[in-house]
């Protein structure tokens, strides 16, 4: 029997810089996170995108594109094993990754796209969709839906993503009653996104996202205590060079920190949970 990507008894980890950038980094991150993952209960996923096809500006960075990307990815999983997740923006990406990660990440502003959605659940690879910044925690309901019609009887693994609403002027709010909401709608595992929720839209240089990254610490602590059952966290070497969405990225650094702090959190939640259901 497959090992589940997305379990619900063990904390789990979605990590890796937001694009696919040189070798060098690449490696880099896949090393530390390799090792992280022997003491994250349920493991960790490498995520890169070799697209950002949602970018503010024109001209910010996107990554080297799909058959590029998808080489980099396959030889991050050749060098350290780990598993791969990367976001499609069409459906027509989504084969040609699929014979490559092992997740397929619907980013949030997509979140409604039915032939996209439909494609990626075609696949049978295991799908991640975030929730878009707009739409209410049940809303997540029809996105869950399409997936499974475009599955068929694959019943390949489906998790949902919450990463906050927007409020007010480039600013996010998270509301941490959407995690249990949302599971209980989709019957699916809930990540939080930790880094995309600290970002302000619009707000950094040139328009670029800006971000509030002393604040992912306790909203992810918070998320874990809400119930979630796994994070999503961007981190890089080098946040302030890192090729996209900096701002809000976990230096790697402080990542070991941060998911011992979570893995903390997790165990007590359900140890306090565990002795209250015997009584």
Not at 42 to 56: E, L, M, Q, T, Y
Not at 128 to 139: A, C, F, M, R, S
Not at 142 to 163: C, F, L, M, N, P
Request: glycine share 10%; charged share 25%.
């Amino acid at each position: 029997m497959p090992v589940s990507l997305f379990p619900r008894d063990r904390l789990f980890v979605i990590a890796g810089p937001c694009v696919v950038e040189s070798d060098r980094t690449n490696m880099r991150v896949a090393n530390v996170l390799a090792k992280l993952a022997e003491r994250v209960p349920g493991g960790i996923v490498f995520k890169a995108s070799f697209d950002k096809a949602n970018r503010s500006n024109a001209g910010a960075a996107r990554g080297p594109g799909i058959e590029a990307g998808l080489d980099a990815l396959a030889s991050i999983r050749e060098r350290t094993g780990l598993r791969l997740l990367t976001d499609v923006h069409d459906a027509q990406q989504c084969a040609l990754a699929a014979d490559v990660v092992d997740v397929l990440q619907i980013p949030a502003f997509l979140c409604r796209q039915t032939d996209l959605l439909v494609a990626a659940g075609a696949t049978g690879c295991a799908v991640n969709v975030k929730k878009g910044q707009w739409l209410h925690p049940e809303g997540m309901r029809g996105a869950v839906d399409k997936v499974r019609r475009g599955q068929g009887k694959s019943h390949a693994e489906i998790a949902v993503t919450e990463r906050g609403s927007f409020f007010g002027y480039g600013d996010l709010v998270v509301d941490m009653r959407s995690i249990s909401r949302m599971a209980a709608e989709t019957a699916c595992p809930v990540i939080f996104d930790g880094t995309h929720s600290v970002q302000q839209p619009g707000r950094g240089k040139g328009g670029a996202s800006g971000g509030i990254r002393e604040m992912i610490q306790p909203l992810t602590l918070a998320a874990v205590a809400a119930g979630a059952n796994g994070l999503f966290l961007e981190t890089h070497p080098n946040p302030d060079r890192a090729l996209s969405d900096g701002p809000n990225m976990v230096p790697l650094n402080r990542l070991g920190d941060l998911l011992d702090r979570a893995i903390d959190v997790w165990a007590a939640v359900r140890a306090r949970g565990a002795k209250r259901t015997k009584k």
